[in-house]
């Protein structure tokens, strides 16, 4: 990167780090079960609830309990179980209606960052109804108070209960947005590790290595606080004692209550100090290709990290620490190889591979533009890098499958 950009982003990054202690950042409140909803929802004087979730959650019935317990306390609701994958300004206008031809006062995201995105785009439109969800991508531009917002995390990845965004794509032009403003914070978290506990193996590992991500990057960027440094070594602490556990014991309440936790601790930490070029690649490959977010994040942490170079050893002394891998005193970069070794290792157990198949090499340049564009001047990264040096990290993921090919070519 030319010196020239590196002083505006790092300028840019400063300005938006000392405004840090004057915006209005707030914290979800934590509800420990489904069954315990029903009095906050009564004590903010609402009695009919949109639960926006998705088509899979409904399959599994998942949100029975919830069900039962708005209905044993005479709170009626009603059910949007449409959202997709990556939800659309289709699904929002959907939820939209029937919010209001119901006559709700109160919204639920179920389900995992999808249908939380949703429901928080749903109330960014109830509040400003005469304004398009694109007039409304970009920062602080909601500035309105949005009707009972509750979060609900069927995984343990996303964080999205506790960020103040939500991600969108146009139906039409399948352009994929933000839209981040404070008012998009939901009011309550639900932690319920019951609602987890279907979740499979593989999905539980690639969701818990999202908010390992989520954490690992809100801690060696350059906006920390006290407060998110705290919090990510906690999310740190907690996925690596217990990640494994859920990985081979999935009705493990305990531990699934402990990875939620940890989830939404890395959470409030990267909604205030941000994530890094993982995520500005991650989401690249997740609009080109639809590759899972979480996986996107598993595969790409260590590549990047090992990219950091120095910079980083001393954060990830401190993070190895948390995490129970080096002893006090390990020498920086000694720590620093392991920590990032255990999460190769963790990778392995989990079956995480280290290539992305579906990268076409004519898409790169596309791509790294992308991330490019994402993460610069906004993400406070350790190193600054263009697109060009971005590029790298997909030829990394390809590697593999070009060295196959030139076997197959040679035999």
């Known amino acids: 990167m030319n010196k020239l950009k590196k002083l505006y982003c790092r300028t840019f990054q400063t300005a938006f780090k000392i405004a840090l202690p004057f915006l209005p950042y707030r914290k979800p409140k934590i509800v420990g079960s489904v069954k315990a909803l029903p009095d906050f929802i009564k004590k903010k004087k609402c009695d009919h609830v949109l639960i926006i979730t998705d088509a899979g959650i409904m399959k599994l019935g998942l949100t029975k309990r919830l069900e039962n317990a708005l209905s044993e306390n005479d709170i ?18 959907e939820a939209l209606e029937l919010y209001q031809t119901n006559g709700c006062n109160a919204l639920i995201g179920f389900g995992g960052g999808s249908s939380m995105d949703c429901a928080k785009a749903v109330g960014a439109r109830i509040a400003k109804p005469k304004q398009s969800l694109a007039k409304m991508k970009g920062i602080l531009k909601v500035h309105k108070k949005l009707p009972l917002l509750i979060a609900i995390p069927t995984t343990a990845g996303t964080g999205s209960e506790t960020t103040l965004a939500a991600v969108i794509t146009d139906a039409e032009t399948r ?3 933000a839209i981040n403003d404070f008012p998009l914070i939901p009011r309550y978290a639900v932690l319920d590790p019951k609602v987890t506990l279907s979740l499979p193996p593989f999905i539980t590992a690639t969701t818990g290595m999202d908010a390992l991500t989520h954490a690992v990057e809100a801690y060696i960027g350059n906006s920390t606080t006290p407060g998110t440094r705290k919090d990510a070594l906690l999310a740190v602490k907690l996925i ?5 556990i859920v990985y081979n014991d999935g009705k493990n309440v305990d531990a699934r209550r402990n990875m939620l936790h940890a989830s939404f601790y890395a959470g409030c930490a990267f909604t205030k100090s941000y994530v890094g070029y993982v995520h500005a690649v991650a989401h690249s490959l997740g609009g080109e290709y639809n590759i899972p977010h979480g996986l996107a994040n598993a595969i790409l942490l260590p590549f990047v990290l090992e990219a950091y170079g120095t910079s980083i050893h001393k954060k990830l002394y401190r993070l190895a620490l948390e995490a129970g891998i080096v002893e006090e005193g390990t020498p920086y970069d000694e720590a620093a190889k392991a920590f ?3 999460i190769k290792d963790m990778k392995k157990r989990f079956h995480i591979g280290d290539t992305v198949k579906e990268i076409q090499e004519e898409d790169i340049p596309k791509l790294a ?3 490019d564009k994402e993460a610069n001047p906004l993400y406070p990264v350790p190193v600054l890098m263009n697109a060009e040096e971005l590029e790298d990290f997909y030829y990394l993921l ?3 499958d070009i060295e196959e090919e030139a076997d197959h070519d040679r035999n």
């Open 76 to 93: 009626a609701y009603t059910i949007y179980g449409k959202t997709v994958a990556n939800p659309t300004t289709d699904n929002v206008a």
């Open 340 to 342: 990032i070794d255990a």
């Open 398 to 400: 390809m590697e593999e």
């Open 175 to 177: 352009h994929k947005y």
């Open 369 to 371: 533009h992308y991330a």
């Open 240 to 244: 690596f004692e217990n990640i494994d």
